[in-house]
């Protein structure tokens, strides 16, 4: 079913083009006193203009040391609706900046953000999970999304909210799992990731066999994608339309397998198979990641007496332009090969 998309359109009674804006050395300051002030209008005002000035990498350094950080968090609870729109706009250009991110980070303003999730305008909440996303990308900003406790709420809005935030969210999950999983997995991760991959945008079924795939780098994520039985569905998208869906599924699947529990759920899954066309495909993403989930299986008895019969599809591979498919097809072919 199609959702509307979110507009960022202001009030028709908002007009940036009256936001007077002063020039030089007093222009950060004289906006940081106006975004301070009690006249609504001079607050959106003023938004509008930081709006505009704060794609400057060095005038976002500046309103940091200046102090505005400490404003623009005051105004994440306004009760306009427009001047909230408009500080996340702010905060979010800010957080395309290094400098902007770092500086967001370290002022506290996630704990503050955490408040907007259930915003009733759509742009407040697309900007928020934006500027999650953005501080998820560094280490840094990963730690302090889960100190903040973040990951529970977002995984609960995967359930809720438009596409378009959904791929925000599925995004910054997957740089904060890849620290830590446990809060994730109490909060019903895998159940809802497994959902997500079945869903119709190829965007969302893309990041969340991403997601799953950082969960499955961790021994207890292992553990919860076998106990919740998504192996069989990742090995359904071993054959979808969209190779970004491949070559995430396949990635998610070489890591959930790595356990007995794991090869046994993707025999029963018959996945080796659509594994063995992707390997076949040399145009495929995914033949990287296919060989190596297949040199896994091929450790199981029944996985090496079927593999057995397609070595001349590995063989083929010892050719291949990247060196890395190279070394991956030798390795299988050893252990397919190998006798007890």
């Not at 079913?1 to 009030?11: C, K, N, T, V």
């Not at 957080?95 to 955490?114: F, M, P």
């Not at 791929?167 to 809802?192: F, K, M, P, Q, Y």
């Not at 995430?248 to 529990?261: C, R, S, Y």
Request: glycine share 4%; charged share 25%.
């Amino acid at each position: 079913m199609a959702q509307p998309r979110i507009s960022a359109y202001l009030p028709p009674d908002i007009d940036p083009t009256k936001a007077p804006l002063a020039f030089g050395r007093r222009a950060l300051p004289k906006l940081n006193e106006e975004l301070r002030s009690p006249e609504l209008l001079t607050q959106q005002r003023a938004l509008m203009a930081l709006c505009d000035l704060v794609h400057d990498p060095e005038k976002v350094y500046q309103a940091i040391a200046l102090g505005f950080l400490d404003s623009l968090k005051t105004l994440l609870v306004h009760n306009d609706q427009t001047v909230r729109q408009k500080t996340t706009e702010v905060l979010s250009i800010m957080a395309l900046h290094s400098i902007g991110r770092q500086g967001l980070t370290r002022s506290g303003v996630i704990s503050a953000l955490a408040g907007l999730l259930d915003d009733p305008g759509d742009i407040c909440r697309k900007n928020t999970h934006q500027i999650f996303h953005m501080l998820a990308k560094l280490p840094e900003g990963a730690g302090a999304v889960l100190r903040a406790g973040l990951v529970p709420p977002l995984v609960l809005k995967l359930k809720t909210e438009l596409d378009e935030i959904q791929e925000l969210i599925l995004d910054t999950l997957s740089n904060c799992l890849r620290v830590e999983v446990s809060e994730a997995l109490a909060a019903g991760a895998v159940t809802v990731l497994k959902e997500k991959l079945s869903h119709p945008s190829t965007a969302i079924r893309s990041k969340a066999a991403w997601v799953l795939l950082e969960i499955s780098s961790h021994a207890e994520g292992k553990i919860a994608v076998c106990r919740e039985e998504v192996i069989p569905v990742l090995v359904s998208l071993l054959e979808d339309t969209q190779p970004e869906v491949q070559v995430n599924a396949t990635g998610a699947l070489m890591f959930a397998i790595v356990t007995p529990q794991g090869r046994s759920s993707a025999m029963g899954a018959e996945a080796i198979p659509p594994l063995l066309n992707l390997v076949a495909e040399e145009t495929s993403k995914a033949r990287l990641n296919a060989i190596k989930t297949l040199t896994l299986l091929a450790e199981l008895p029944e996985g090496r007496e079927t593999l057995l019969d397609h070595r001349d599809t590995f063989q083929r591979c010892l050719d291949d332009p990247s060196e890395a498919v190279q070394r991956a097809a030798e390795i299988a072919i050893t252990v397919i090969e190998w006798k007890p």
